[in-house]
């Protein structure tokens, strides 16, 4: 592997020896796995859809139809899914919230990546007494009540987007920084990371050119089982009314608001409900897959 | 033992220490004070209220004030409740959130142990598909969204059991609990599995066979002990998600617990209030977690009690 990123990295002048990459077999074996292939083809459907629709459709998802409050799912209508309690078209409403889930889970996904693996490579690299306090630090912040105090963040700073962002990913970056830190260890005492301190290569571009890109493989894995956790956590606060706000919407405020009419209006939970679970089996199976493919040891 | 024990403990007090300070800047830096929903009050009033609550002194002074009432237990009087002190509150709602909590890991070892030593007993036949795809929808489809689906299935089409409530039947407890179960039954589950295929497969329970101990023997005394292991050592992160769980749950079924408050608080910003909640709550996952590590240190005798 090491080997094969070297190669990558220092030019295109050795084409005619074509080996198999790490990640070339990685993708074979992917597409061996049905389950994340279909995953992936219904995941890329559902954000597809949701970027797209709404510019489609014509209906906004602010707009409040009189004649059709609280209305069942109806072809000839226009309502695919139906309308809410304040008569605003569900299925505009529910692609809205898919949109607003997946933005917060892939930026708070990219800001945990960014700091855990910054963090996992310079602890896990400088190592000895350094890597010791950097790493007691985030055992500290393990133990600690997070969701509670993503909560007490809501709670102070009022409920905005942008600080769910920030707050997730600084939640989410633990355990990368504890991953990336393990490869740095191993892999830093590799031939390749010694001729490369030998021939004078500093220390911030051993770790950016060396240590990071020989680290990916886990990192990704972990990427895609993170990106739906932080959706869960969204939805989750959103459930609690403690997330985005009115007019907006995401999947969370839509299965509290339907939760609260279930009795006489099922669809208005069952719709985003699914949409929320389907997203998230999707993200699992990817997940899983992505595993089994980089890690030949487990097969 | 002894000095395992103690060392577990004096690195839980720089934790909580550290739990306390962040909540207590975190709300002292929030803008607006607690006050500002009331009607305009006379500055008088102002000034003696903020006297009574301490909100006038620096804020360090604060600080050590807090933290000495903390330890003592006394968290202070909450700001939208009157006439209790969050002690109370939390006193009142704990014995609710506990029996929830418990029932609920209690079911979780039991159901989710028993289903994942099946599906590794009779590994790749058709029951072990079935816990598998049943743990996968579990762990994946989250309380909040099981809750109500439960809650609409059982509750209204299906009119079996009371959609909320607690406290006048035992029937009223059923959803909440399942609900609360479901995802640890689901990860137990299939963390048994996996280590108890492993186990199965290891030198001990060859040996165990070959001198020929009965199935049934040899699953209780060998096999399900090493199996156990992690599902021990998942306890820590199970409690954790159990009591972040119970603040969904008893929202959606209107149980006076702990975590009904918690949201109202939040939502209110009831500042001691939802401060104590995570003080509370965090000195019982670092508890929690405590236990275990001991627990875990008991069974395996590879961990060094240095």
């Known amino acids: 592997m090491a080997v094969d990123m070297e190669m990558k990295s220092t030019g295109s002048d050795e084409k005619e020896i074509q080996g198999r990459s790490l990640w070339q077999d990685a993708f074979r074996r992917l597409l061996i796995n049905k389950a994340s292939v279909v995953s992936c083809v219904v995941l890329l459907s559902i954000v597809l859809i949701a970027v797209i629709g709404p510019w489609i459709h014509p209906n906004p998802f602010d707009e409040v139809y009189w004649d059709y409050i609280q209305a069942a799912p109806d072809m000839e209508a226009g309502f695919y899914f139906g309308t809410d309690t304040n008569g605003r078209d569900l299925f505009v409403r529910t692609l809205y919230g898919i949109r607003v889930s997946m933005l917060v889970g892939l930026v708070a996904t990219g800001v945990s990546l960014i700091i855990g693996v910054t963090y996992g490579a310079i602890s896990g690299y400088v190592g000895g007494r350094t890597d010791h306090i950097m790493m007691r630090f985030v055992d500290i912040m393990y133990s600690m009540p997070f969701m509670f105090f993503v909560i007490l963040l809501m709670v102070i700073f009022g409920r905005n987007i942008f600080l769910i962002f920030a707050a997730l990913g600084a939640v989410e970056w633990l355990t990368m920084a504890r991953i990336v830190r393990g490869q740095a260890l191993s892999i830093k005492n590799r031939e390749f990371v010694e001729a490369a301190r030998a021939s004078g290569v500093s220390n911030f571009n051993i770790i950016r050119r060396h240590i990071i890109p020989n680290a990916l493989g886990p990192v990704i894995v972990y990427v895609t089982l993170t990106i739906p956790q932080v959706i869960l956590i969204e939805s989750f606060l959103s459930f609690l009314g403690l997330g985005v706000q009115e007019p907006m919407t995401s999947l969370g405020v839509l299965i509290s608001e339907g939760a609260q009419q279930m009795e006489s209006a099922p669809w208005t939970l069952l719709f985003p409900a699914s949409a929320l679970a389907i997203i998230l089996f999707c993200f699992n199976f990817i997940g899983d897959g992505l595993r089994d493919a980089l890690d030949p040891r487990d097969r | 033992m002894l000095s395992f024990i103690l060392k ?169 609990i399942i609900a609360l179960a479901l995802p640890q039954i689901a990860y137990i589950a299939r963390l048994t599995r996996g280590s108890m295929i492993e186990v199965l497969r290891s030198n001990f329970v060859r040996t165990a066979r070959a001198k020929g101990l009965p199935e049934r023997l040899m699953l209780s005394r060998h096999a399900l002990k090493a199996a156990m292991l992690p599902v021990v050592s998942y306890l820590g992160p199970a409690s954790a998600a159990v009591i972040t769980g119970s603040v969904v749950i008893e929202q959606i079924f209107g149980i006076p617990g702990i975590g009904r408050y918690f949201v109202q608080g939040a939502l209110n910003r009831d500042y001691t209030l939802v401060m104590g909640v995570v003080i509370f709550y965090g000195s019982l996952i670092i508890s929690f977690n405590l236990v275990v590590d001991i627990i875990y240190g008991f069974l395996d005798p590879k961990v060094r009690m240095g």
């Open chain 2, 8 to 176: 577990r403990l004096a690195g839980a007090i720089p934790t909580l220490l550290i739990i306390v300070t962040l909540a207590f800047f975190l709300i002292r830096s929030a803008p607006g004070g607690p006050f500002d929903k009331e009607r305009t009050i006379p500055p008088e009033v102002a000034a003696n209220l903020n006297a009574v609550y301490h909100l006038d002194d620096p804020l360090w002074e604060q600080y050590l004030y807090y933290l000495g009432s903390a330890i003592q237990g006394d968290f202070g009087p909450s700001f939208q409740y009157r006439d209790f002190s969050v002690t109370e509150l939390i006193a009142a709602g704990f014995p609710v959130s506990l029996t929830l909590g418990l029932t609920a890991i209690f079911l979780a070892i039991t159901i989710g142990v028993s289903l994942g030593a099946v599906a590794a007993l009779k590994q790749n036949s058709l029951i072990d598909y079935a816990v598998m795809a049943t743990a996968m929808t579990g762990i994946t489809i989250p309380n909040f969204v099981m809750a109500p689906l439960l809650t609409l299935v059982f509750g209204v089409y299906l009119n079996m059991l009371p959609v909320g409530g607690w406290g006048e039947s035992v029937s009223q407890a059923f959803l909440p």
